[in-house]
Nanobody, 121 residues
């Protein structure tokens, strides 16, 4: 399975971005998909995840601002990010796994290359 993320960029605080991540290869068996982010000098942290059935999980810091969704027919997961803050600046990675119940980054087998999101104040 290969994951290709896109949609990052530079945006002013309060603005919006939409990230996309398309899975290819043996992607039909994918269940959980998620977005993680890593800021300079910090550990990689969960942003949001979504199961193949549509169950979502969000980090407290993004609840009410970010929305994760997926198109199972296209094997693609999206992250709509609104009301962006400078603290959201990070490299965003998409992740996927054939299993359900991935609660930790070590649960995910497949990772995209990362896309940089920079939020200016």
């Amino acid at each position: 399975v290969q994951l290709q993320a896109s949609g990052g960029g530079l945006v002013q605080a309060g603005g919006s971005l939409r990230l996309s991540c398309a899975a290819s290869g043996s992607a039909r068996g994918i269940n959980d998909m998620g977005w993680y982010r890593q800021a300079p000098g910090k550990e990689r942290e969960l942003v949001a995840s979504v199961s193949s059935g549509g169950t979502t999980t969000y980090a407290d810091s993004v609840k009410g601002r970010f929305t994760i969704s997926r198109d199972n027919a296209k094997n693609t997961v999206y992250l709509q990010m609104n009301s962006l803050k400078p603290d959201d600046t990070a490299v965003y990675y998409c992740a996927a796994d054939e299993n359900l119940g991935c609660f930790d980054l070590y649960d995910y087998e497949y990772w995209g290359q990362g896309t940089l999101v920079t939020v200016s104040s």
